[in-house]
């Protein structure tokens, strides 16, 4: 089957669409599909199998910014891509967005699944309601990632969806080697790894607060960046714990969880589904974070992570000193998150889109 897969958000820049994207994409070629990922890209493609659609935009989204393409000539390149490859299915993710999902979701060269992430609020779905009440009736499929997601679009624009929770590549986080840590002279301390966007709705700097009022004798490392790098900088620049890594690979971000003894996401908005808590428990690390419920889709607080109210920091602090310092709690939660992310492989949610794809255009088989 030819399946071109469709995405609104640079390739080049880590992101939690772009992430399902590419391993859905890697995971239907191991399968020998000949799918192909069209989107933008800020630079050389992550993956041979990626048609670049032009450079992003970073424009405002649902509290971040994203790196969209609206610009015509994104959508001309969509249009020519989507004429010369012929697809048998065309796998739209936020279709609603402006660039190429929402070109390709009107051109409607072939039959359409369409998988909706976002949660939260939306001023575009309000604004734009009819319109995009209109255009969604061109999705042969609609999916959505999460109960929250399913407020979100079904809320503003009806219609009817199917839930399917993000996939993750268990078997890419769990072949990669443990991170090597460097040796200080007090010795290794325990490690809290962050790993998100630089920027007020992820709570970066409620975690910060959290370590510096709780004294944890820990390392932080602080993986991305963004608008809120520079400053939040200066206010560790004389505090050894925090280490700014910049942005990493999915490799480096592997290897680190594989190493770090807490993942810690202490995000206070906006988030519709935890991939990173997945991938943080298929890595064997323990995890502490907000009790939103996006998150809530996958930690049970207790269970496999500790789940505290977002923006609390005298909770955050001490659900990190409590982890880091029972052994027994930090093993369960371990064990208990290694058995639920098997419950999240992308190989499982592959076979339900092929389920899908073969229902809405069984020509092909």
């Known amino acids: 089957m030819r399946i071109g897969i469709v995405c609104p958000y640079s390739l080049s820049v880590p992101g939690g669409v772009q ?45 971040s910014i994203a790196p969209l393409a609206p610009d015509p000539s994104a959508a001309l390149r969509t249009l020519q891509v989507l004429a010369d490859e012929q697809f048998d299915v065309i796998h739209i993710h936020e279709p609603l967005a402006p660039g190429p999902t929402s070109t390709a979701l009107m051109m409607h060269s072939a039959p359409t699944v369409g998988t ?78 962050f ?24 390392d932080v490392w602080i993986g991305s960046d963004g608008p809120d790098t520079a400053e939040l900088t200066m206010v560790t620049a004389d505090d050894e714990r925090f280490q700014w890594l910049g942005r990493v690979t999915d490799s480096e971000k592997f290897a680190r969880l594989r190493t770090a003894d807490v993942f810690c996401a202490p995000s206070l908005r906006g988030e519709s589904f935890g991939v ?48 880091l310092g029972d052994v027994e709690l930090a093993s369960g939660l371990r064990r208990a998150g290694d058995r639920r992310a098997e419950e999240f492989a992308m190989t499982s949610l592959t076979d339900r889109y092929l389920e899908i794809y073969r229902s809405i255009c069984p020509s092909s088989y």
């Open 276 to 323: 990173v808590l997945i991938e943080a428990m298929a890595a064997g690390t323990a995890v502490v974070a907000s009790s939103l419920d996006g998150y809530r889709n996958v930690a049970t607080h207790e269970v496999d992570s500790l789940l505290v109210e977002p923006g609390d920091v005298e909770a955050l602090g001490a659900a990190l000193a409590r982890v």
């Open 116 to 193: 909706f992430h976002a949660a939260g609020t939306s001023a575009s779905y309000r604004i734009l309601r009819p319109a995009l009440a209109r255009l969604i009736r061109r999705i042969d499929h609609k999916v959505v990632v999460s109960k929250d997601a399913l407020a979100l679009v079904q809320g503003s624009l009806g219609g009817d969806y199917e839930v399917l929770f993000n996939g993750v590549e268990l078997d890419a986080i769990r072949s990669i080697a443990p991170w090597q840590r460097e040796l200080a002279a007090s010795g290794v301390r325990p490690t809290v790894f």
């Open 195 to 218: 790993c998100g966007r630089h920027e007020d709705r992820k709570g970066l700097r409620v975690l910060i607060e959290a370590v510096v009022r709780a004294n944890l004798d820990v």
């Open 19 to 63: 992430a399902q994207v590419l391993g859905l994409a890697r995971e239907l070629r191991l399968r020998g599909h000949e799918a192909r990922v069209l989107g933008p890209c800020d630079g050389p493609p992550p993956e041979p199998f990626v048609t670049p659609l032009g450079d992003s935009l970073p424009l405002s989204a649902n509290g």
